[in-house]
């Protein structure tokens, strides 16, 4: 069983910052690219950043130079920082790890959501 545990929601105002984390935890051989997305109320879950097991990273157009992702592969942890925030990025947050389960076989899995709302 694998599990992907999401922290660091909440409510800012604008211009503020909040730091989302991640952890991966269960039975695993390795994990490959990481990432964060986001679903807005009556809108398609779209993926705000990505980072791939050697730190190749992968922004949406709309948080670029404001957002930063990472991650620490010893923890099994990735990171959204998250900078001048704007009222457009309140959404439900999803982080999203693609877990080996097996030798080669490869699991998707998803966190449960965090909320982040940016309002004054």
């Known amino acids: 069983q694998v599990q992907l545990v999401e922290s660091g929601g909440g409510l800012v105002q604008p211009g503020g910052s909040l730091r989302l984390a991640c952890a991966a935890s269960g039975s695993f051989l390795s994990i490959g690219a990481m990432g964060w997305y986001r679903q807005a109320p009556g809108k398609e879950r779209e993926l705000v950043a990505a980072i791939t097991s050697g730190g190749s990273t992968n922004y949406a157009d709309s948080v670029k130079g404001r957002f930063t992702i990472s991650r620490d592969n010893a923890k099994n942890t990735v990171n959204l920082q998250m900078n001048s925030l704007k009222p457009e990025d309140t959404a439900v947050y999803y982080c999203?790890?693609?877990?080996?389960?097996?030798?080669?076989?490869?699991?998707?899995?998803w966190g449960q959501g965090t909320q982040v709302t940016v309002s004054s």
């Open positions: 999203n790890a693609d877990l080996e389960v097996g030798r080669g076989s490869f699991y998707q899995d």
